[in-house]
C-alpha cells in the first residue's frame, strides 16, 4: 500500500516539476521571441498618439521586473510637453514599464497594455498664464490616421502604478503650485471601461500646496485611501469614498471634478470634524514637531474647506474657495510651564469668491484665552481688498515672558507686559477717502528680546501708540508713537511720530539713534548669512504734505542728517542687488542732498551727488513720484546686469518677470525700468558694456520719467569714432522695448564698424568689402526683443552717409558688373566724396540716386536692398567721357549672388515685410514679386 501511494506522490511532484519548469521556461523564451516586435510597436504608438518628443534608453520585455505580469520597461524614459512648453519635461522616469497581455501577445501578435509602472519619476505639469498646459500629449483617435496594419497598442489598464516618484503642479492661471516627494501610487480598476470605480492608496512623504506665493502646506505627509467613479466619456471624476491623513489629521472628502475644454469643474468639500486639537497642530510645519512632542495639548478642532465652481482661462471665471477652523476648549501647556494657555477657543472662517483677492472675506468670530490671571480676546473681519469693510476689537494684558513658557516659543526670549484696547468699525477706502472709525492703542513696557542666531538681546523696548478716528474718513485720522525706542548693543534708537489727516498729511516725526544694521540683522536671521551695513539718524521731519506741492517750502521744518553705509538693497524691477557702500544725506525742508553716494550693482559702479525732490510725499502717497537731479560717474556701467531675465542674488522680482524668467529660460529679457523716478542726470561714465558694444567715455544729459530713458546731448568713443546721439527707451514689458535714437558719426572705420558694431553690420551689408573713412547722420526707431536685439521688420527711419575715401575690394557687386561691361577699373573701386541717403521701412533698405566716379565711369545706382539680403537696384553706367551716355542695369538676386542685367529697365521689385506693432511679431517676411513681362524693343547699346 505505500508503495503506490509513494509512487503516485513521486509522480505528481515530477509532474509539477516539469510544469513548474515548463512555465519558467516559456517565461524565460517569451520575452526573447518578441523584443523587437515590442520596441517597434512601443514606437508606433508614440508616432501616432503622441504629439510630443518621447525619448528612452534600453527597452526590455521580462516577466521578473514586475512577476508574474509580462512588461515591456523602457529605462531612462522622458516626455516632453505639449505646445507651448515643448522644450520642457512632463515625465522623466528611471524606469517606465507597461504590462502586457499575454494571450493577445502569444495568438494575435499584438500588444495590448493592461498595466502601467513608473518608478523613480519627476511628473512635472505646468499651466501657463493663458490656461495653457503641457499634458495635452496625447491626440485623440479621430485626429490620428487610420491604423490598417493592426500592430498598434491598445490601452485597456487594470494598474496603474508609481513608486517613489516627485510630482510638480505649477498652474500660474490659478497661482497654485503644489510638490510632492515620495509620491506611492496604486490605482485599481477595469480602466477599459466608460464607467470604472477606481481604487486607490496612495502615500506621500512629503507634501507643499502653496497659493499666490503663500505656503498653507509645508512637508506634510499624506495618506489617501480613495474610491474614485471616473467617467471617461465626460472625463469626470466623483470621488466617492476619500479618506485622507495629513500627519495625524484625518480627513473625509466628497465632490466632483470633471475636465473641460478650456478648464475644470470642480466641487470638493473636506472636512475633519471633532478631532483631538494636537492632531490638528500635527500640520505644523517641520521645525515644530520637537516642540509639539513637548507640549501637553487637549481639546478639539473642526477643519473644513470647500473649493467649487468652474475655472476657463478665455472667459476668466474661476472657482470658489472657503475654509475654516475652529478650535474648543483648548489647552497648551509647554514642559509644565509655571502657567498653560487655557480656554483657547477660536473660530475662523475664510471666503475666497471666484479666487478673486478684491472679493476676500476674512472672519475671525472668536479668539480667547487665559494665560493665569490676564484674559486675552479679539475679533476680526473684514471684507473685499481695496475697499474693505472692517470691525475688528482687540483687548487684553499679557505678559510676555508668562506666554513664551507656556507656549515654549524656542527660538525666541520674550519679556515685557502688553496691553492693548483697540476697537474699529467702517470702511477703508483710499479712493474714496474713508477710513473705519477708530480707537485705541497699544502699549508695550520693559520689552525685551533675544533670538538664538546673536548672542545679545534687544533691550528697554518701549512703545506707546494711540489711534482716533471719529468721524470714519481720511481727514479724521490721528495716529501717534509717543515715544518707541530700545537699546541695542548700547546704542539707544529713539522715534516719535504724530501723523494726522491722510487727506493732507501733517507729520511730525524725530528720529535719533545709531543702528549696526548688519548685526540687528543677526539677532532676526538664520546663522551663516553674511549681511551688513550701519544707520546713524539724527532727524526732524515736520510739516504738511501740501506745503511741498503747493510750494510753500518756507512753511516745511526738515533737517538734519542721515548716514548709511554697507547696506544692500533691491527692487523689484532687477535681478540684483544693489550695494550701498555710503551714503550720507542731509534734509532741507523740501529736498534730500546726497552729499556723498557710492554703490555697486554686480560689476557697475556709480558714484553721485545732488538730491531729491519731496521724498516725505514719495512716501506718503501711494503712487508717489522721486524727483531729482544729479551728477553720476562711473568707472563701468554694465547695461546686460540690468535685463530683467538675467540671473541674479534678487528673489524679490516683479511676478511677471519670475513668470517670464521660468518660460524663456534662455533669454535675457530687456531692461525694465521704475515707473516712480522723474530724475535727471548727468552722467560720466568711462565704459558702458551693453551686447557685446563697449561704450568708452559716454557724458550727456539722462533722462528717467515714467519708466522711460531719454538721452540728451550724449557722447561718446566707439572704434575710435565720436558718436552724438539724442533718443529715448521705453520697455514695454519685460520681453520687449521700443526705442528711438539720432546719431552722428564722423569719420570712422567703415571696416571696423562693419565688424565690431551689429547694428551696422545689418545697416550697410556693403561694408564687408570695402575699407576707408565714412560718416553717418541717421535717425532710427524700432522695437527690441527679448535679447535686448533690434528686431529688424520694426526698424523705421532715414539719413546719409558720407563716404571720405573708401577702397571697395572684392564686392561681388561690382566684380559682377566689370564682368558685363568688360571694364576692369570697375572691379575694384576707389570711391571719395560721395552722400548715399537711405530709407529703412519693413525690413527694407530704399537708396536715393548717388553717382561714382569709376575709372572714367560715372556709375549712377538706386533701388532697394533688404536685411536679408535681396537686392532690387537700377544702375545708369555713365560710359566716358563725363557720363553723358549711359547704359541701363538692372541688378537682381542677393548681396551674395548678384544677378544683372545689361540694357534693361525692368527688375524685381521686393515687397515690404509686414509687422504688427502691438504684439511685436512679423506677420509677414519680405519677398520678391514676379516682374512684369519687357515689352520686346530693339536692342540698344546706349541711351
Known sequence: MEAPVKKIALKVLKWTGIVIASVLLLMYLIPLLFPGTVAQQVKTFANKSLDAELDFGESKLSFFTHFPSLTVSLDDFSLKGSTPFKKDTLLSAKQVAFGINLKRLIFNNEIKIDEIYVSDALVNVMVNEQGQANYNVYVAPKDQPVDTTGTGPAIRLDRVDFENCKIRYDDRSAKILVKADGFNYVG??????????LQTDA?????????????????????????TRI?????????????????????????????????????????????????????????????????RIKGRSDVLFSFKGRYNAVTGEKPDLAFGIRVRDGFIDYKKAPMAVSEYEMNLNVQLPSLDMEKLNINLSKLDFNLGKDHFHAFLETKGMKEMAVKANMKGTLNLASLDRALGISNMQLKGLLKADVVADGIYSAEKRLFPKAKGGVNLQGGYLKMPYYPNPITDIQFVSNIQNDKGTFDDVK?????????FEGNPVYLKAIVSNFDDVLYDITAKGELNIGRIYKVFSQKGIDVTGYAKADLRLQ???SYATTGQYSKLNNKGTLVIKDIKATTEYFPKSFYVNEGYFTFKNEKMWFDKFTANYGKSDFAMNGYLLNTINYFLESKGTLKGNFNVKSKLIDVNEFMALKEGDNKDVKPEIEAKNEANPKMSGVVVLPTNLDVSLVADAKKVAYTGLTLNNLKGKVGIA??????????????????RIDGGYDDESPMAANFNVQFQANDFDIKRAYTEIPLFHELVTAAEDMKGIVSLNYTLKGDIDGNMSPIYPSLKGGGTIFVRDVQVSGMKLFGSISKKTGSEGMENPNVKDIQVKSEIKNNLIKVEPFTLKVAGFRPTIKGTTSFDGLLDLRIR??????????????????????????????????????????????????ERVEPEMEKKEEPKKAE
Open 231 to 295: 467617467n471617461t466619456n465626460a472625463l469626470s471624476f466623483i470621488l466617492e469614498k476619500n479618506q485622507l491623513r495629513i500627519n495625524r489629521l484625518p480627513i473625509e472628502f466628497t465632490g466632483l471634478f470633471t475636465i473641460l475644454k478650456e478648464g475644470y469643474n470642480i466641487d470638493i468639500n473636506a472636512i475633519s470634524e471633532n478631532n483631538k486639537l494636537k492632531d490638528l497642530f500635527s500640520v505644523v510645519p517641520p521645525q515644530y514637531m520637537a516642540w509639539l512632542e513637548d507640549t
Open 543 to 545: 510739516g504738511r504734505q
Open 479 to 487: 495716529i501717534a508713537i509717543t515715544p518707541a525706542s530700545f537699546v
Open 877 to 926: 553706367l555713365g560710359l566716358p567721357p563725363g557720363g553723358l551716355i549711359g547704359v541701363p542695369m538692372v541688378v537682381t538676386g542677393t548681396h551674395e549672388n548678384p544677378k544683372i542685367k545689361v540694357f534693361s529697365k525692368t527688375g524685381q521689385a521686393i515687397e515690404e515685410a509686414q509687422y504688427d506693432e502691438k504684439t511685436n511679431t512679423v506677420i509677414k517676411k519680405e
Open 188 to 197: 485599481r480598476g477595469n480602466l477599459s471601461e466608460e464607467v470604472f470605480d
Open 706 to 723: 515714467s519708466g522711460k530713458v531719454y538721452l540728451q546731448n550724449t557722447t561718446f568713443d566707439i572704434i575710435d569714432c565720436k558718436v
Open 203 to 227: 502615500n506621500i512623504d512629503a507634501i507643499d500646496f502653496i497659493y499666490n506665493n503663500v505656503a498653507y502646506i509645508e512637508r506634510k505627509e499624506v495618506h489617501a485611501d480613495l474610491v
